[in-house]
């Protein structure tokens, strides 16, 4: 097998996303939970909340636990993790979530998973920064393993564009070579004067080697 990596930009709810595996990130102190990780909580009835109260969860960086969504999300499983303080999140530690999330979804033997952006400390970095940081790290992780895996990742919609064109620029950023990084295909406008239909699918990404 030849290590992959596809990558998947999506603008909807974690919830709505279909994937074998949804990773949810989340900073120790962080009451109640925010962003995929708060959208999971809800949607999963407080089960993360109650793993906090009972202390079997604190957010500490590197910490994991796996549960089931019993069909209250469109990716089965979810692995919460653990960041550490959200103040001291940093574009490297971005690259390890990447590397951490898609190494323990291999691990799991999902095909696919679901991971947000998330930003970066409290000066901030860039959505391109901290893309190229994510990807990185994830094909870092199938690039150890020569695995492949499908990875969808969460941006927010004013964000978009951005990280579109910071993925024409991850192999000079350091991408490993053993990898193929599919990326996804470009938005075609609408004909003009054409009403707007339902969802379709595009044609397979381009590899980039």
Not at 95 to 120: I, K, N, P, Y
Request: net charge positive.
């Amino acid at each position: 097998m030849s290590a992959a990596l596809g990558l998947e930009l999506e603008g909807r709810p974690l919830e709505r996303v279909r994937a074998e595996l949804a990773v949810v990130a989340f900073f120790e102190g962080e009451r109640p939970l925010r962003g995929s990780a708060g959208r999971a909580d809800w949607r999963l009835c407080g089960a993360l909340s109650e793993l906090l109260a009972r202390g079997r969860l604190l957010g500490a960086r590197g910490e994991a636990v796996l549960v089931t969504s019993d069909g209250a999300l469109r990716a089965p499983r979810v692995v919460a993790l653990g960041l550490g303080a959200r103040e001291a999140f940093s574009l490297a530690l971005a690259e390890a979530l990447g590397r951490d999330a898609v190494g323990r979804a291999v691990d799991l033997g999902a095909a696919s998973a679901v991971l947000a952006l998330l930003e970066v400390g409290p000066g901030g970095a860039s959505p391109g920064a901290r893309i190229e940081a994510l990807v990185c790290g994830a094909a870092r992780a199938v690039a150890e393993r020569d695995a492949e895996i499908h990875l969808r990742v969460l941006v927010r919609a004013d964000e978009l564009a951005e990280v579109r064109e910071a993925l024409r620029r991850v192999r000079p950023a350091g991408l490993p070579r053993p990898v193929a990084l599919r990326l996804p295909a470009p938005a075609r406008p609408a004909p003009s004067g054409a009403a707007p239909s339902g969802r379709r699918s595009s044609p397979p990404p381009p590899i980039v080697k």
